[in-house]
């Protein structure tokens, strides 16, 4: 369902997700993430400043 409406968002530009984000998580990688819980859109995280910094880094699930 998550992969539907992350490709409904694409497709349609106008259609966009009203992020709804869970609690901050560490990847493998050590980096530091939010997910959106609608769309699956991953922005980084930084626990100093505790807020999101820049454009989101992953899609789909896998860091770009």
Do not use: E
């Given at each position: 369902?998550?992969?539907?409406?992350?490709?409904v968002?694409?497709?349609?530009?106008?259609?966009?997700?009203?992020?709804?984000?869970s609690?901050?998580?560490?990847?493998?990688?050590?980096?530091?993430?939010?997910?959106?819980?609608?769309?699956?859109?991953?922005?980084?995280?930084?626990?100093?400043?505790?807020?999101?910094?820049?454009?989101?880094?992953?899609?789909?699930?896998?860091?770009?």
């Amino acid at each position: 369902m998550i992969a539907l409406l992350a490709l409904v968002y694409k497709v349609v530009p106008f259609l966009r997700c009203s992020h709804r984000f869970s609690w901050p998580q560490t990847g493998a990688d050590g980096q530091d993430y939010q997910v959106c819980l609608r769309c699956g859109v991953r922005y980084r995280y930084d626990w100093d400043a505790m807020r999101q910094v820049g454009k989101p880094k992953v899609q789909s699930g896998a860091w770009t």
